[in-house]
């Protein structure tokens, strides 16, 4: 297994235009309908982009900026229900891509027993992130998602080309509002009351 770390979450924005993150019903729809998990391996540079929807992404991204929500989120009622019946998570992989599709993977131990679950992506990231459990990539995984292998050095312009070569397969509209790609924490967060500075 190859270990990962969330290297950073990227949303599609109007070009030129400033939006904020997490700002609400008024920008929500700016932003794109998907999300982009970048999972960086921890030995060297490439990256495996995985498409998750809005949620997902966002609550991800507010993991990364140490932020949670005045009430529990499915991901922190997750933790806390392992937490209560003393079951661990030991660690978390995205396991293969299956036509177009990744699956992922979380052992969780209990009672001196280690069980695997079958999870989203999305999910099983979200749920290590809460509960500080490491991520893996197989290395199956990882040459099999060649193609969609990402360097630091050029994420938005990999990210373009492989959401032109699948808008085209699956002969997608054009959009109307020319966007580009960002990490999230290049945009302006919006002064939303259900977010607070995560606990330490």
Do not use: C
């Amino acid at each position: 297994m190859i270990e990962v770390t969330v290297h950073d979450v990227m949303l599609r924005a109007p070009k030129g235009e400033e939006v904020e993150w997490l700002a609400g019903p008024r920008t929500r729809g700016k932003l794109g309908f998907m999300r982009v998990v970048l999972l960086k391996e921890q030995a060297g540079d490439r990256i495996v982009p995985i498409w998750v929807g809005p949620f997902d992404g966002d609550t991800l991204a507010m993991s990364l900026a140490g932020l949670s929500t005045t009430r529990p989120f499915p991901f922190d009622l997750m933790a806390n229900l392992l937490k209560v019946s003393s079951t661990k998570v030991e660690k978390v992989a995205v396991t293969s891509l299956r036509d177009d599709i990744y699956y992922a993977t979380i052992w969780a131990k209990t009672r001196n027993r280690v069980r695997e679950v079958d999870a989203r992506p999305s999910d099983a990231i979200n749920l290590a992130l809460r509960v500080k459990a490491p991520i893996f990539v197989t290395p199956e995984l990882m040459e099999q998602a060649n193609r969609l292998l990402l360097t630091p050095d050029h994420i938005p312009d990999g990210l373009e080309a492989i959401r032109r070569k699948y808008a085209k397969k699956r002969q997608a509209p054009l959009e109307e509002t020319e966007r580009e790609w960002r990490s999230f924490r290049s945009m302006p967060r919006g002064d939303v009351t259900w977010i607070k500075p995560a606990e330490k």
